[in-house]
């Protein structure tokens, strides 16, 4: 890896409004961004319309499918967080040993991410890769980890059981979904952090990922309702100051139009709501229409109308996805399903949040 603070990194859980959303951005927004991709938990394939209820079904096609025929050989950060600890393969491998085995052979470049609670095999697994690749690791190291007193003893013991050196090791701290109001405080809180870190100016890369993104749409009432995007808002602020203090600047991660967390739901039973997430500059602009299961996916139409009528609409060629919802506003188009929309609002979200943090730094 080799970017500064200029670069953006969305976390990505990399299901098919994901995957498909940056695989439609062009190279020039491509170039500006790395992924940090999370393998899927196991659970609904949208694309399958099936349940995935094991380790195999979940990656048989996951790394040529999903990733290099997505995303290409482009360098990426990967990580199986979201995979129980004591998941292996129905031939005992490690799932972890399988997803860096097929991308070292198709020569993606990615590198694994870990972090303090991963258990010994996981570690032993990373140290493996790192044998392997040469390509570094990805410490994933959340708030309060970093808090704490011992953290740069615990640190010290991970990098000393993986052998690697922080110039080596990239350094995600990760907000996750935090309560940032009030945004000042919080942002003092998060720069004696970053003051304290070990290894600060060491680390290969260095970025602070998190959101505030809802952690469900049925908080979103039905209408339209603007979302503060927090994590954005204390990025900024954070920057102004970190560059008083002459300390060294993250890059700018965030969940793009998601919530950290994995909700446990039957697609089968569940009645999801029609909502359009759009990202505008400090808001999300979310549309919400009736549930889907009983008033279908037309009411999209109507909901693309309020998008395309606001103050906040980027126009056609912004994005795909901005294509994707003056179509289906003039009704010249097809409504998609659930996960069209997720796609809509992701590939909206990267190129957005991509162009942001460019003038952000031109100005």
């Not at 859980?13 to 992924?35: D, H, I, M, S």
């Not at 809802?214 to 979302?227: F, L, Q, R, W, Y």
């Not at 795909?320 to 919802?325: E, L, R, V």
């Amino acid at each position: 890896m080799n970017f500064d603070h200029r670069h953006y990194i969305p976390c990505l859980r990399w299901k098919q409004g994901e995957y498909q959303a940056v695989w439609r951005l062009p190279a020039a927004t491509k170039r500006a961004f790395t992924p940090l991709i999370e393998v899927p938990e196991l659970g609904w394939d949208f694309e399958e319309k099936k349940e995935k209820r094991t380790i195999d079904e979940l990656l048989s096609d996951f790394t040529l499918k999903k990733v290099y025929k997505k995303w290409g050989s482009s360098p990426c950060f990967v990580d199986l967080n979201l995979i129980p600890p004591a998941e292996r393969m129905e031939n005992g491998v490690h799932p972890i040993s399988l997803i860096f085995n097929e991308l070292r052979a198709i020569k993606c470049i990615a590198v694994p991410v870990t972090g303090l609670l991963r258990d010994r095999e996981y570690q032993r697994e990373i140290k493996s890769i790192l044998s392997k690749d040469k390509s570094g690791i990805c410490l994933r190291i959340t708030i309060e980890q970093a808090a704490k007193g011992t953290f740069k003893t615990e640190i010290d013991s991970l990098l000393s059981t993986l052998e690697i050196k922080p110039s080596d090791s990239d350094f995600i701290l990760d907000l996750d979904a935090p309560n940032f109001v009030p945004l000042d405080g919080f942002r003092m809180v998060v720069q004696a952090i970053v003051s304290k870190l070990p290894y600060l100016n060491n680390w290969r890369t260095f970025t602070l990922l998190g959101t505030s993104f809802p952690e469900t749409m049925g908080s979103i009432k039905e209408g339209v309702e603007t979302v503060p995007r927090h994590e954005w808002q204390l990025y900024r602020k954070l920057v102004s100051e970190l560059r008083k203090a002459k300390l060294r600047l993250p890059s700018f991660g965030d969940y793009a139009i998601s919530h950290p967390k994995v909700l446990e739901l039957d697609m089968r039973k569940v009645k999801p709501s029609a909502t359009i997430r759009y990202t505008v500059d400090d808001h999300w602009y979310i549309v919400k229409g009736k549930n889907v299961r009983d008033y279908g996916f037309e009411q999209y139409h109507e909901l693309s109308k309020k998008i395309f009528a606001s103050r906040y609409y980027c126009g056609a060629t912004f994005s795909w996805g901005d294509d994707y919802i003056q179509v289906c506003a003039n009704k010249s188009g097809k409504t998609g399903s659930l996960m069209t929309w997720r796609q809509v609002g992701t590939n909206h979200h990267i190129e957005k949040v991509s162009l942001d943090i460019a003038s952000f730094y031109a100005s």
